[in-house]
């Protein structure tokens, strides 16, 4: 959640409109809304968002039960690729939207979802599930593309509420999330959880088609289609390099080529980028240490916060019979015990986060953040056999996730000027999803070097497993504290530095 609620309105691709200015009174019909029809458009866009955390959300719990059914060791990519297709395609389709309209392309994208959704509920093998999740990904635009079709259609008068409020159910969404999975998959199975993901948006975006108003701003704009390839190239080659560096060894030829291959595309990309006009990415953003100190912590802080849920899902499932020494041999509905007060922690500390960003800047609640995460991490390194004790590190944890998600979109603003912000809003975005791909695959390829057994194909992970996870989180968490601590913006109120 963000304390300032316009500022998630300048986390999407495309470029903002000037503050203030009311775009709603030149389209047609738009301004003769009344106040009960806006709240019916926001109610709208609110459950569309939500489509994008239930897509985590849901997926996650069912991660231990695909890996079963399909017998397969790499259950690391249906999320990777998710997050993949999303941090490669958004600047793209925020481009798109800008071009030809955003309501057009929040029903394309919501397609791609309900598609990618259906594919993977009807998928025979896990390479059609891999195919349907990617799909999936490109889904992830919802969220900027729903921002920024609020500032330009909303009257000024409610876009804070409204932005306020479609974030503020995106937090709500973590605390009932594994409560609506565990009962689709105690009754359907991890398919019923994606056929429920398929539905949910082919009604709201029906509804969408007939209450939401298009936006009447257009931006004439260039697509770079080539940087867009080259950087989905890249981080696929880096990503697969890391899934299989456990099983072909850490310098065998194998993983030592994907990482040449990885520089030598990288090195292209970044020049191919610094001579076009529209890049995908400016790497213009990049320079002055308070834009490269915040992409650290998104980067930092999007590993933790994936990492916790995913490994939470499997000590939580996996049956402690099996002579290991964690699980606790519940169902998957069984995680909202701990993740429904990690949910509510969170929340709160967003709101908190909106009272110490305008009274000390928005650094301090991410210092703070940062370093309840570390310690929700070690705890959870050094104890996760028992309930009570997972369920007192992942608290702690989720205090510090709830602060640092709220003040980065605050840092976000802090850290550029105004005719930078858009730009990077979208950067710091796929920053924070490459993050999340990128911290799966390494958390996986750790699991995979500690395989007890096998069980229905799917590995049955040891201990030291989890504990070396648990280990990396809180580094992680401790690298997202240093660079924290290294910003020189963030330290004025936020009122006040949003405006340099």
Known sequence: MSANPENWARQGAAPIPPAGEDYSRDADGVAHKSTAGWIGVLTVLVLLSEEVAYAFNLVTPALPEMAMAFSTPNIAWVSTLFTLAG??????????????????????????????????????????????????????????????????????????LAVSLATAGIGVTGIIGPVVAGALLDQFGYRGVFFALAIFPIVIGGILVIIVPESPVRVTTSIDWVGGLLLGGGVAVLLFGLGEGGTWGWTSWK?????????????????YESK??????????????????????????????????????????????????????????????????????????????????????????????????????????LAHTSFSTILAGYLVYAFGGGLISAAIP????????????????????????????????????????????????????????????????TALALGGLVASLMMRHGLKPQSVESVA
């Open 87 to 160: 941090a490669v395609t958004a600047p793209l389709v925020g481009k798109l939207a800008d071009r030809d309209g955003k309501k057009k392309w929040l029903l394309i994208v919501t397609a791609c979802m309900a598609v990618g959704s259906l594919i993977v509920a009807v998928a025979p093998n896990f390479a059609v599930v891999l195919a349907g999740r990617a799909i999936e990904g490109i889904g992830l635009a919802i969220l900027p593309i729903t921002y920024s079709l609020m500032r330009d259609i909303f009257p000024k008068r409610m876009l804070a």
């Open 255 to 271: 993983t030592l080529a994907c990482g040449v291959i990885t520089l030598g595309v990288f090195v292209g990309w970044a020049r």
């Open 276 to 381: 076009i006009v529209e890049p995908l990415i400016d790497l213009a953003v990049l320079r002055g240490r308070a834009v490269v100190t915040t992409l650290i912590t998104q980067f930092t802080g999007q590993a933790v916060i994936v990492l916790q849920f995913i490994l939470l899902s499997f000590i939580v499932q996996t049956p402690a019979a099996l002579g290991i020494t964690y699980g606790l041999g519940e169902s998957a509905g069984y995680m909202a015990r701990i993740t429904t007060p990690g949910g509510i922690a969170s929340v709160l500390m967003g709101f908190t986060v909106g009272y110490l960003a305008e009274k000390r800047g928005a650094r301090l609640p991410n210092v703070v953040g940062f370093g309840l995460m570390a310690v929700g991490s070690a705890m959870l390194a």
């Open 410 to 473: 605050n840092l976000v603003i802090a850290a550029a000027p105004v005719r930078l912000q858009a730009v990077t809003a979208s950067t710091v975005n796929v920053v924070g999803s490459l993050g999340s791909a990128v911290a799966v695959q390494i958390g996986f390829a750790i699991l995979s070097l500690n395989v007890v057994t096998v069980v229905e194909g799917s590995p049955i992970y040891a201990g030291m497993g989890f504990t070396t996870v648990y280990a990396l989180t």
